[in-house]
């Protein structure tokens, strides 16, 4: 069965950027589309974008001007980034295979 | 981009009750492709349903989910103590993918 495991930084200070990976245990990385998906404390799910296995995306278009997704085969792991963050991207992010298999998610808090 | 809409807002039940919850979309779901989550506070969703009425492995036979088009439903037959939670429907057949709102199902 396979795991995803979100990790990185907790604290992100406005402005800069967010980086984040997702490994991936129990399954190869090099099938599929892998998603991110972010939640902002007590509120709803928003999809950020699905990156595939040869690395072709597609993001969210509230979002496109700032996130980039990637895969790295090699080592069986998915990256987000995201720029010029604000307050309002306080969130718990979520990888995913598809719409599938959830990670835990990590909180990431934009705050100085 | 499709919005999903999802009622009601709040399901207050009792265990044995069965539970109907609705989501409705904007603009017709190509292919079905309606998956429901359940999500509980501190966990990441957990996939119920996808294209609209296929459970999930794993998933007992109380949950069923219909639909096509632009109406959905998600049927908890008999509430079990553990289903209480909030549930999200999500699109994934065009891009944008979206999810609704969320129905929370809490105890009465």
Redesign the interface.
Same mark, same amino acid.
């Not at chain 1, 709803?44 to 999809?47: N, V």
């Not at chain 1, 598809?98 to 998610?105: L, N």
């Not at chain 2, 966990?43 to 996939?47: E, G, M, T």
């Given at each position: 069965q396979v795991e995803l495991q979100e990790s990185g930084p907790g604290l992100v200070k406005p402005s800069e950027t967010l980086s984040l990976t997702c490994t991936v245990s129990g399954g190869s990385i090099s099938s599929y589309y892998w998603?991110w998906i972010r939640q902002p404390p007590g509120k =709803?799910?928003?999809?950020i974008g *699905?990156v595939s296995n040869s690395g072709s995306t &597609? *993001? &969210?278009?509230?979002l496109k001007s700032r996130v980039t997704l990637s895969v790295d085969t090699s080592n069986n792991q998915l990256s987000l980034k995201l720029t010029s963050v604000t307050a309002a991207d306080t969130a718990v992010y *979520?990888c995913a295979r =598809?719409?599938?298999?959830?990670?835990?998610?990590t909180l990431v808090t934009v705050s100085s | 981009?499709i919005v999903l809409t999802q009622s009601p807002g709040t399901l207050s039940l009792s265990p044995g009750e069965r539970a109907i919850l609705s989501c409705r979309a904007s603009q017709s779901v190509s292919s079905n492709y309606l998956?429901w989550y359940q999500q509980k506070p501190g966990? %990441?969703?957990?996939?119920l349903i #996808?294209s609209a009425s296929s459970r %999930?492995i794993g998933i007992p036979d109380r949950f069923s989910g219909r639909g096509s088009g632009t109406d959905f439903t998600l049927t908890i037959s008999r509430l079990e103590p553990e289903d209480f939670g909030v549930y #999200?429907c999500?699109h #994934?057949g065009s891009?944008?993918?979206?999810?609704?709102?969320?129905t929370k199902v809490e105890i009465k």
């Open positions: 998603s =709803g799910l928003e999809w *699905y &597609n *993001y &969210n278009p509230s *979520y =598809g719409f599938t298999d959830w990670g835990q998610g | 981009e998956a966990q %990441a969703p957990r996939l #996808y %999930a #999200y999500h #994934y891009s944008p993918w979206t999810f609704g709102q969320g």
